[in-house]
């Protein structure tokens, strides 16, 4: 068990809506990232959060967005879903900065119909 | 940009065979190089990692040693087992800045008894 929590596992949504994934990281961790796995563009970067700021950005489309709360759970919100959003979305955290690992976390699964 | 390659899968052993999955990456200064493994419905869990040129990092029988010269980080096992069956992912990071995580393809290793 890494300690980091994504919620929910699974989710099965039709094009077009709207889905929030959930994080909790490890206890006393600072940093989440969050990651899409997917079948065609493999395991990309999307975003980074540190201590309730974002500080990276990588391949995340306008159409995705996430916050990190004052209690450190983040949240990763994808709207206007389409079929080719359809992936394993993870997250991971890490202590903070400089050379500290990512622990991940088991996914959760999106599925849009 | 930074960037990881890794061997084409999948990969099939028998049990106690000896392992390599090649690994070679492009990036601008001194990354650290991990190996990820993600056994079926799970996350990834970090296998072993190296932060300098000739570290070598080793965990559960596996090895890789961080070679600047070649700019590689092949992973290998002497005698591989059943429950090495896994997708394993060859990762870098650089120190300054975002640690994200920049990702090989995967390959995928499966153990035959």
């Known amino acids: 068990d890494s300690g980091v929590t994504q919620t929910p596992k699974h989710l099965i949504t039709a094009t077009g809506q709207r889905v929030t994934l959930r994080c909790s990281p490890r206890s006393g961790d600072l940093s989440v990232y969050w990651y899409q796995q997917s079948l065609d563009q493999g395991l990309q970067f999307l975003i980074q959060?540190?201590?309730?700021?974002?500080?990276a950005k990588g391949n995340i489309l306008e159409r995705f967005s996430a916050q990190q709360f004052p209690d450190l759970h983040s949240e990763l919100n994808l709207s206007s879903l389409e079929l080719g959003d359809s992936a394993l979305y993870f997250c991971a955290s890490s202590a903070g900065q400089g050379k500290n690992i990512q622990y991940f976390g088991a996914g959760t699964r999106l599925s849009v119909l | 940009g930074n960037s990881v390659t890794q061997m084409e899968g999948p990969v099939t052993l028998s049990e106690e065979a000896f392992l390599t999955i090649n690994c070679t990456y492009t990036?601008?200064?001194?990354?650290?190089l991990f190996w990820y493994v993600q056994y079926p419905g799970e996350g990834l869990q970090l296998l072993l990692k190296?932060?300098?040129?000739?570290d070598k990092g080793s965990n559960k029988g596996f090895e890789a040693t961080y070679r600047k010269e070649t700019t590689s980080f092949h992973l290998e096992k002497g005698s591989v087992q059943v429950s090495d069956s896994a997708v394993y992912f060859c990762a870098l990071s650089q120190d300054q800045g975002a640690q994200k995580l920049v990702f090989g393809q995967g390959t995928r290793l499966t153990i035959n008894p």
């Open positions: 959060y540190y201590n309730g700021e974002e500080r």
């Open positions: 990036a601008t200064g001194y990354p650290s």
């Open positions: 190296a932060t300098k040129a000739d």
